[in-house]
């Protein structure tokens, strides 16, 4: 018995407009989008370890899936002569739509854009206090499209991530150490030396006002009513509002322990008083007003008559 000579590798399945497509080329099309799917799930494991600490799991897993499918995307496109297929159809119909949605959305383009610059620049990250745009508060999450914040009074703010992208962001934790300022006034009767002195014994007190930079204590102004003293203190972020609280009260009962005063607005008024003035006679005033009321009532009764 005689078995034709027949590779199984050439024969022919089909024939499209690119060619005739055999089994070699189909199992080479399952070889490479198999070991597509595989590298591009090692990938995303390795990424999401390495972005476990950045960034939190909301914002990682959406970035996570966008690569993941959006590169088997382009390697599907890709191999499609592999089978046969023309992938400049799917190409223009794949513009034709982003086109179209690219319009329509522009906004949620543009937000998307700007979370995932956010995402890498991070400028800001979850828990840290920042003013935005007028919102001040805790940052308790970073989307793909907004970012939400806690104020201070417990309400939650979404802004979108454009508008956090493009305006001033302040972040008040971000630099590991702060400076606050306080400026007392003392009575111009009292001894600024005296005050400037105990305010630096308290400072030393502290265990939290920093050395590096150091703490600067000066008179900085003869005001109308006071000697107005600057205090400057640098403290660590995490301590600063609770040491600056506490100090400045702590500044006042010692002032006022030792004598020196807080002052307060003051305001001399000089009044003159003239003696040749004489007081106006309330008798002639009171008869040439009766005599002009009565000029009026005889002019209307000879009027009416």
Known sequence: MIFPDINFFDIELYET??????????????????????????????????????????????????????????????????IGLDPSGFLLAGGVAGIVLGFASQNIVGNLVAGCFLMFERPIKIGDQVEINGTAGYVTDIRIISTLIRTYDGLLVRLPNQQVFTTNITNIVGHPVRRFEYTIGIRYSDDANAAIGLIKGLIDQEPFALLSPSPSVFVNDLGESSVKIVIRIWAPVNEWFGMKTRLLWNIKKTLEENGIEIAFPQRVLHIKNDSEKKPPDIENLIENKF???????????????
Do not use: M, Q, W
């Not at 000029?295 to 009416?304: K, P």
């Open 17 to 82: 407009s690119k060619g005739i497509v055999t089994p070699e080329d189909l199992i080479k099309f399952i070889l490479i989008l198999s070991f597509s799917v595989l590298l591009s799930r090692v990938l995303t494991i390795y990424l999401r370890r390495s972005l476990k600490d950045r960034v939190s799991k909301d914002v990682g897993e959406p970035i996570l899936k966008l690569l993941y499918y959006g590169s088997l995307i382009l390697v599907f496109i890709a191999i499609l002569p592999l």
């Open 291 to 305: 005599e002009e009321n009565e000029c009026v009532l005889n002019f209307e009764e000879r009027v009416l008559s």
